[in-house]
């Protein structure tokens, strides 16, 4: 089990595992896309599975609004025994008694008459994996039949090159996205995140708290391994709106394979999908944003099966994240992980040639001072490397636990004017508000939990 956690949840497995699995998973597979055809007059609704492998999948949603325009809309569904969705983009999802309900987030809920909105995700599966055979859209129901797929999909993950026709789930635009006030200081704030929408949801006392989370800067998590194309244009939407207010992005980079070994977050992209997938993503950056680089991916190196060649995986991403014009800084783990003679060995296997430094704390709970002291001696193992830390929730620093632990608080906003010996900023990597994983009495990792985000606001020195 990890010490940290992460916001983007994917499916839990392991590359060998998957290898071996392989010939069953292909012989078992019967279907690429199917699409429910419209039964009634309201809407259509079609379900294109984009990838499968041992024990998950990729899917895409479109639906066309065959009715009056929509101001909101909520489509349903029945998941199939064994399946789960681990992580979903461009829509809110609540599951309840194996029915999946996803509504619109906000930039997406107008959709005139003929008019088309889509959502993907990602999930897992055991035993088969079957698609839905009805859909309801706001109480109307849409029916339809199965095509067979023309191909049998790989039996590991794969993602499409840049010169493929996959056609990824569009993502908010400038021009669907209405613009966040941006604070005072160099780093964007996003209005697409789930602390944004529930802030603007929220009234009262509880509107103020969250406010505190919605209007600071934080990152932007780029894990959909299954779709390079799709976590290409979620990158140029973010980093392009970001250049567009002026301000500098921050992305997280997480998808090394053996990813979390097999925890909460677990998953990656495949061994010989890696390069490919970092090059794909690299070509959506927009600007010169701060890109923290796998965490995790040393403090675990070793640690578990399906990693490859981590060393160099990370090697060719700083690179060819530099090139695109990212700054970027690999994960080292925080202070009560590794030493810091190991956190530096371990970060001079990979060199900094491209990287520019390292982070630290990425969503751990150590206190800034005792992060900054540690990674000034890691500086000073590495020639005088600066690094960046996450503060997102330490302003009451640990308790010992890693996995949602209450009485925590957010700590300081983030800044690149640090007044701190050897540390470039003062970052909120992980997203406060945004389940650790199912621990503690939380949902899923990445999933918004409003109690502990209040809580965390609650408790801020600020």
């Not at 035993?127 to 999909?153: M, Y």
């Not at 919605?214 to 290409?232: C, E, I, K, M, R």
Request: hydrophobic letters at 35%; glycine letters at 12%; proline letters at 6%.
């Amino acid at each position: 089990m990890s010490p940290r956690t992460t916001t983007g949840t994917t499916v839990r497995r392991r590359l060998a595992a998957a290898v071996a699995a392989a010939a069953v998973v292909t012989a078992g597979v019967t279907a690429l896309t199917t699409t429910a055809a419209q039964a009634a007059p309201g809407c259509r609704v079609s379900y294109q599975i984009s990838s499968q492998w041992p024990g998950g999948f990729g899917a895409n949603v479109t639906i066309t609004n065959l009715g009056d325009p929509l101001n909101g809309w909520d489509l349903r569904w029945n998941l199939a025994s064994g399946q789960q969705i681990t992580q979903l983009w461009n829509g809110s999802l609540t599951t309840s008694g194996g029915q999946a309900s996803v509504r619109n987030i906000g930039w997406n809920g107008s959709v005139p008459t003929n008019g088309t909105v889509a959502f993907g995700f990602n999930g897992t599966w055991s035993g088969s994996n079957p698609v839905p055979s009805q859909f309801t859209l706001n109480g109307t129901v849409c029916t339809g039949t199965v095509t067979q797929p023309t191909a049998t999909p790989s039996p590991t993950p794969t993602t499409p090159r840049p010169t493929q026709t996959a056609t990824p789930t569009p993502t908010p635009t400038p021009t669907q996205t209405t613009p966040a006030p941006q604070p005072a200081g160099s780093l964007y704030v996003d209005p697409t995140t789930q602390a944004y929408r529930a802030w603007q949801a929220a009234s009262g006392t509880d509107k103020a708290l969250l406010e505190k989370i919605a209007l600071t800067p934080q990152a932007y998590w780029v894990g959909n391994w299954a779709d390079a194309s799709h976590a290409q244009q979620e990158v140029r939407d973010y980093t392009g709106r970001a250049v567009a207010a002026g301000k500098t992005p921050m992305l997280v980079v997480y998808a090394i394979p053996g990813r979390d070994c097999g925890s909460h977050s677990g998953g990656g992209v495949g061994e010989s999908e890696y390069a490919r997938w970092i090059d794909t993503v690299a070509q959506g950056i927009q600007g010169r944003p701060i890109v923290v680089l796998e965490p995790d991916a040393l403090a675990q190196l070793g640690d578990c099966s399906g990693q490859g060649d981590r060393v160099g995986f990370l090697r060719y991403a700083a690179k060819s994240l530099t090139a695109a014009g990212a700054r970027v800084y690999i994960d080292a783990g925080h202070s009560a992980w590794l030493s810091a003679s190991e956190a530096a060995r371990r970060l001079q296997l990979v060199g900094f040639s491209d990287a520019v430094g390292f982070s630290l704390n990425v969503s751990n709970y150590r206190t800034t001072a005792e992060t900054a002291a540690y990674g000034q001696e890691i500086s000073r193992l590495t020639g005088g490397k600066t690094f960046v830390i996450d503060t997102s929730r330490n302003g009451n620093g640990s308790n010992g636990e890693w996995c949602n632990p209450r009485g925590r608080a957010l700590g300081e906003r983030p800044t690149t004017s640090t007044g701190i010996q050897g540390a470039d900023a003062l970052l909120w990597i992980k997203l406060p508000g945004e389940s650790d994983g199912a621990c503690n009495g939380g949902p899923a990792a990445g999933q918004w939990w409003q109690e502990i985000a209040l809580e965390l606001a609650r408790n801020a020195r600020w």
